[in-house]
């Protein structure tokens, strides 16, 4: 089967056999601002792809970050359904808009067009099972009533982290899962005793830009801090623009929103560097806690994502630093979201 992650910058491709297991992976980055645009991007690179493979894939699944409360299982990908996808858009234009874009193109491009099965996997489908106290909002019921609430991100990843976790050390029973990459966040996950994982809690809101510090991304800020530059007279868009793009890592060291770069940049006493990592450290470590407490403590804590499989220093700092938790498994697991999304829409489609 094909899995197809479309980024708001990059198009991921796998292929994966019956068991979920990667058997080719590529990426490939497109400019919506330039003349290398997404559909452009698939027509050079897709087009000659599909006509190579042989035998022509038999399924294909599509990630889609933001499910909303309606979709919270891998779902077959209808015409109907795409009209309920399209009205979503506005809660991640960045990720959703692409995504269906992909999915129009290889639904009227990709091999045997008209009867191979398009199905769409959701990163926000894993925090479905969070309770109203751990996704609502303080905010009026008004605003509630329009799904103004904490989604969750990141779910596709951290439900293969808590199924990984799960096979592999079976008295595990409250894991904190830390995705940490360009996008952060950490999910508190609760296993069952037949090793069912299921999300309690989780830093990432009704966007992918509250929670942790990230590359470029702020994190959680005090509203009251947008509120005031609203009223100085920057635009919405300039909003945006500087808290997704301009801010977190590389907001911060004013040099990079890469942790391998920032790592040098402090060993050679780069200011912003140090402070960089210092508070990509301050708000990890208070995250965890907060997870731990959802959870009524903690038996293992998972790293996945690039900084978090990779990061010698950050392990061994962590470990330190939060050893008053008491006896802790610590573990890497590398992140599969595409191994996921295959076994997940062939268990789906059984």
């Not at 904190?176 to 005793?193: D, K, N, Q």
């Not at 609203?230 to 808290?243: I, T, V």
């Not at 890592?249 to 402090?266: C, K, N, P, T, W």
Request: proline residues 5%; negative net charge; hydrophobic residues 45%.
């Amino acid at each position: 089967m094909l899995v197809v992650n479309t980024g708001s910058s990059s198009v991921k491709l796998a292929l994966c056999d019956a068991s979920g297991t990667r058997r080719w992976q590529e990426q490939r980055s497109w400019d919506a601002t330039g003349a290398t645009g997404l559909q452009g991007l698939l027509e050079q690179w897709l087009t000659q792809l599909l006509a190579s493979w042989e035998p022509a894939p038999m399924l294909v699944a599509h990630r889609l970050v933001h499910g909303g409360a309606r979709f919270t299982a891998p779902t077959r990908l209808t015409d109907e359904v795409l009209v309920q996808l399209e009205e979503l858009v506005p809660l991640a234009p960045l990720h959703n808009g692409p995504a269906l874009a992909a999915i129009r193109w290889l639904r009227e491009h990709g091999p045997d067009s008209s009867r191979l099965p398009h199905w769409a996997c959701f990163d926000t489908a894993f925090h479905a099972s969070l309770d109203a106290a751990a996704f609502s909002y303080a905010i009026p019921a008004a605003w509630r009533a329009q799904g103004l609430r904490r989604y969750g991100f990141h779910g596709l990843n951290h439900q293969h982290i808590g199924a990984t976790v799960a096979q592999r050390e079976p008295a595990v029973r409250r894991l904190i899962s830390c995705h940490l990459g360009a996008g952060c966040s950490l999910c508190a996950i609760a296993i069952s005793a037949d090793g069912i994982p299921a999300s309690v809690d989780t830093t990432m809101g009704f966007t992918p830009l509250e929670g942790l510090v990230m590359a470029s991304r702020s994190g959680s800020v005090d509203p009251g801090l947008l509120l005031h530059l609203l009223r100085q007279g920057m635009s919405a868009s300039e909003l945006d623009r500087a808290l997704n793009r301009e801010s977190g890592l590389l907001g911060l060291s004013g040099l990079s929103g890469d942790m391998r770069e920032l790592r040098q940049a402090a060993g050679e006493e780069h200011p912003g560097a140090k402070l960089a990592i210092a508070v990509f450290r301050h708000r990890l470590l208070q995250g965890i806690a907060a997870m731990a407490a959802s959870l009524g403590g903690v038996d293992a804590i998972a790293l996945t994502g690039g900084i978090g499989e990779h990061d010698d220093q950050l392990t061994s700092e962590l470990e330190q630093a939060l050893a008053w938790l008491g006896p802790v498994r610590w573990l890497r697991i590398p992140a599969d979201e595409e191994g996921t999304m295959a076994r997940q829409c062939l268990g789906a489609q059984a």
